[in-house]
T-cell receptor, first 113, second 113 residues
Framework: GNSVTQMEGPVTLSEEAFLTINCTYT??????LFWYVQYPGEGLQLLLK?????DKGSNKGFEATYRKETTSFHLEKGSVQVSDSAVYFC????????????FGPGTRLSVLP | KAGVTQTPRYLIKTRGQQVTLSCSPI?????VSWYQQTPGQGLQFLFE???????NKGNFPGRFSGRQFSNSRSEMNVSTLELGDSALYLC????????????FGPGTRLTVT
């Protein structure tokens, strides 16, 4: 079946450091890929998405490129802020209508001032 | 536009009881999905409803059920509660023309004692 693997956390960085959170996936077809963020005490928020190979999703300084050849969708940000501290989930969906998402385990990011 | 709302936010029940959780999607969204989030299992898909019909179901026992009303509001029911049902239950809604783009509510934290 489909699956998503993320780098183990927690990840602790200093403010203004460069962030990479690795995500790789296994899917039988051509999924859409997503990054969601969960702040403490809240639900998940869609951060960015890519629907086909070589697409780059971007939002709030975060970027991720859909790499079909390496089945990856790594999340990057050039300069993190304390307010970026949260749990980040990589996810995929092969079913446009059933919306049967598969989420990765999440990576907790802590940014220190 | 108001976001996805879930009620109640917190709930404490005892083993053997049943519980009903409610979710109101974003206005105009007709698809509602439910997820269970636990530290051990992460985010797991429960089921998805569209126009009052269950379109997809995850791998959960029959004690977990749901329904959707004509106004797209959805309820989830868990009967004969077990300690392992303690979790954050998240609801997400989406509009059909947005490919698998889901918007999450803040969740209902269920504790079973």
């Amino acid at each position: 079946g489909n699956s998503v693997t993320q780098m183990e956390g927690p990840v602790t960085l200093s403010e203004e450091a460069f962030l990479t959170i690795n995500c790789t996936y296994t899917a039988t077809g051509y999924p859409s890929l997503f990054w969601y963020v969960q702040y403490p005490g809240e639900g998940l928020q869609l951060l960015l998405k890519a629907t086909k190979a070589d697409d780059k999703g971007s939002n709030k300084g975060f970027e991720a490129t859909y790499r079909k050849e390496t089945t990856s969708f790594h999340l990057e940000k050039g300069s993190v802020q304390v307010s970026d501290s949260a749990v980040y989930f990589c996810a995929l969906s092969e079913d446009n209508y059933g919306q049967n998402f598969v989420f990765g385990p999440g990576t907790r990011l802590s940014v220190l001032p | 536009k108001a976001g996805v709302t879930q009620t109640p936010r917190y709930l404490i029940k005892t083993r053997g009881q049943q519980v009903t959780l409610s979710c109101s999607p974003i206005s105009g969204h007709r698809s509602v999905s439910w997820y269970q989030q636990t530290p051990g299992q992460g985010l797991q898909f429960l089921f998805e409803y569209f126009s009052e019909t269950q379109r997809n179901k995850g791998n959960f026992p029959g004690r977990f059920s749901g329904r959707q009303f004509s106004n797209s509001r959805s309820e989830m029911n868990v009967s004969t509660l077990e300690l392992g049902d303690s979790a954050l239950y998240l609801c997400a809604s989406s509009s059909r023309d947005r490919v698998a783009e889901q918007y999450f509510g803040p969740g209902t934290r269920l504790t079973v004692t």
